[in-house]
């Protein structure tokens, strides 16, 4: 089966819808019913099979679904431990991904520093066995191939040069910032991915939740459906929330912003730059370029533990060419991705079919906090509230092409219902 949302949705053009409450104050929303859920899709199908549509479910953030889902069969197969190398390369699969989608921002923004962060990202993916938009390196319990040292080289001395453009970036997000029409006044909770270690970390194991700057939660995947409930399950906007709290108080959000709310970035050019914003901004446009900073500084050590694996591992032990065979359970799979965690979770039958499947997207944990951006935006004078409709888009960046359409180029509609 094949989806062309260009068929059912403008990819340039979004719709806010404005409505009153029970207190005669407008409210705004942004409407995703035009965004069809593909978990359905799913469902039926073998384990296998899905392994090959996770690759293609999304052209926007395929990475991200790729390890997710991937993550989901490493438990359903029962496959043994990622080894070192392994887990590596498919953080730098990850790694480059989100430095890549934060690449088309920053373009807008430093047509030279977004160049060369770009093509640092593209050096990322090829090193990581994934040279074509469609991610191909993972599969259940290892990878395709181990990086070659070659594409190692060629990244790592490449790796300076977006650094120091990554350090201007961040400078220059900082003094745009400062322009922006809208206060963050999210009143829910950050949560975004920690390591072993409690740090902030877009591939890690464990979900942390912060609210109010004081941790409230600490969960593994497999917790994650006890944690999270839909209060509009299966729709295209399920309205999330942190089923500990509630559905008024639990709402959350995701992303750069969490990812920076949560804990100290492990990287140091990248934490004094997280220091400043914490004590100044808080807004997402710097969020992402610091956020590209910690990866592309984390990238260097990554591709130094890399060359020294290469070559002196059993390949059997990283690839995962073998036979797997998938037995019946359930199992969530998360990323980090660039707009914030993806979730996947599967429940197989004992001959490896899927009998159930919910992908929970950034966009759609994201949407309570888009609407609050809105409805400030509505609130404003006439004359600014076109461009804060916009800036609220790029903020929360929902999963969509006008997320990066050009200033005054994005088709918002908007309906007073």
Known sequence: MKINLDEIIDPLEGRVVVSKDRQGQSQARFDLQGLPRVDAMLVGKSALEALKMTEHLCGICPVAHHLAGMRALDVLSQSEPLSKAAELTRRLLHYGSIVQTHSLRFLMQDRDAGIAIRLVAKKMLVAAGSPGHFPVSALPGGVRALPELKALKNLDEALPDAIEAAEELCDLAFRLSKESRLADA????????????????VFGTRVRVVLEQKIIDEFSFSKWNERIREENPHTPAPRPYLRALGVNEGRYRVGPVSQLSIGTLPSPKAAAAQERWLAESRNAQPARAI??????????????????????????????GRQVKFSGGQASGLVDGPRGILAHTYATDMEGMITQATILTPTAQNEPWLAQLLTQAIALDGAQTQGALEESIREADPCLPLSSAPSGQMGLKVDNV
Request: glycine content about 4%.
């Open 291 to 320: 956020i590209t900073l910690h990866l592309l500084e984390r990238t260097t050590e990554l591709v130094k533990q890399l060359s020294r694996l290469v070559g002196q591992v059993n390949s059997e032990e990283h690839t995962a």
């Open 186 to 201: 999210f009143s829910g909770s950050e949560v975004a991915l920690i390591n072993e270690d409690a740090n902030p970390d």
